[in-house]
């Protein structure tokens, strides 16, 4: 499964844009344990990638093997067919966002971000020139003289993404840079990342494990889990056709229902669970069964049996959870499989006001097949 994602990868790199930067099998070991599995994996020029994965991943092993903090146990990276593995950090000439900020605390905002100019020797005006639209660009105008600590969490940020942009990197590399912030401040910086990227147009490398955040900024998505690439895709690939349960299981809700007796139908695959025929899209690989996932948000529930309904199920609602604008419903099948259903509140009401039993729908180009055990 890891190679048939990292080809995936390569192949979308590859078809939407220039590959700057290459990782061919990639391995790290720290000692008898294996942080990075022959990972390889195309960074299209100008894409913003996130590498998403749960702690422990090999995510951040692999940003620091980037950024030439790390040094791989195997394998090589090239940038533009040179080969960069055995250059320093400063070599590379990376930019670099950390999750504690890493600013100057003795210095003021404009001193901390004309330091990697200072450090490349630039002019003094072109320094006062480059600081001062770098100030103007995430929103600091008035802060330039303030120390770090006289600054706001979000604002610190700014001053990091500043500093990291300001001497014009050809790629900019961060390592859950807002994991210290409140929920608020966190969707602020979000979108303001997001806006730079797209004004700078430089690579973005983005380190986190938060599946909403990945969704919302990446171009492309790279899930990682024991050291090994899963999958590589758009945030839209990944979340609905992910490649293996994990994946799937990851990026938010799925319900999986078990199939047996798979067969080919109407250009898809069908199997059954418990009295019901249920059926795919795709040419998956036929077997003795898998499971159908579903997330829960594109499925319906109806009081009596719809007959325009490829898929169709009975149940009974085991308990709701009011979320304002939407309403999760937990549900039983007659088999006795869990599912949980997401819909807007208005609609769940006028669902559930025949009572707990209920039938439970969802188009067929929504559904995806995985291998497991039936």
């Known amino acids: 499964m890891a190679q048939s994602a990292q080809a995936a990868g390569r192949k979308t790199a590859a078809g939407n844009m220039a590959a700057e930067i290459r990782a061919e099998g990639i391995g790290k070991s720290f000692g008898t344990f294996r942080a990075l599995k022959d990972l390889s994996l195309d960074i299209g020029r ?50 670099m966002v950390f999750q504690g900020y890493a600013l100057f605390p003795h210095m003021s905002v404009e001193e901390n971000i004309a330091f990697p100019l200072h450090i490349r020797k630039i002019a003094r005006e072109e320094i006062r020139r480059r600081v001062g639209e770098m100030v103007k660009r995430v929103g600091l105008g008035g802060h330039e003289r303030k120390l770090p600590a006289k600054l706001s969490g979000g604002q610190q940020q700014r001053v990091a993404l500043a500093r990291a942009l300001v ?155 009011y979320l304002g604008p939407a309403t999760r419903i937990a549900l039983a099948t007659a088999g006795g499989v869990a599912l949980t259903l997401t819909m807007p509140t208005e609609r769940a009401a006028l669902a559930l006001r025949e009572g707990p039993d209920v039938w439970i729908t969802w188009p067929r180009d929504k559904g995806f097949l995985l291998p497991g055990e039936p």
């Open 46 to 95: 100008g894409e913003f990638l996130t590498l998403l994965g749960p702690s422990g991943s090999g995510k951040t092993t692999f940003l620091m093997i980037l950024a030439g903090f790390e040094k791989p146990s195997s394998g090589r990276l090239t940038r533009d067919g040179v080969d960069i593995t055995a250059m320093s950090a400063e070599q590379r000439a990376f930019g």
């Open 167 to 321: 001497f014009e990197p050809p790629v900019l590399l961060l390592d859950e840079p807002f994991s210290a912030l409140d929920k608020h401040l966190r969707g602020l910086m979000q979108e303001e990342v997001k806006r730079l990227h797209q004004e700078f147009g430089t690579t973005f490398v983005f380190v986190t494990h938060d599946q909403s955040e990945a969704l919302s900024l990446s171009s492309r998505v790279a899930i990682f889990n024991h050291g090994e690439l899963l999958q590589v895709g758009s945030p839209q690939d990944v979340y609905e056709r992910p490649a293996n349960r994990f994946v799937s299981e990851f990026l938010g809700e799925i319900n999986l229902l078990p199939l047996q007796e798979l067969g080919r139908a109407g250009g898809g695959v069908s199997g059954r669970c418990g009295d019901a025929r249920l059926e795919v899209p795709g040419d998956a690989a036929i077997g003795a069964g898998g499971l159908l996932a579903i997330r829960p948000e594109h499925m319906e529930l109806s009081g009596a049996p719809r007959t325009d309904a490829v898929n169709c199920l009975a149940g009974t609602v085991t308990g709701t959870t």
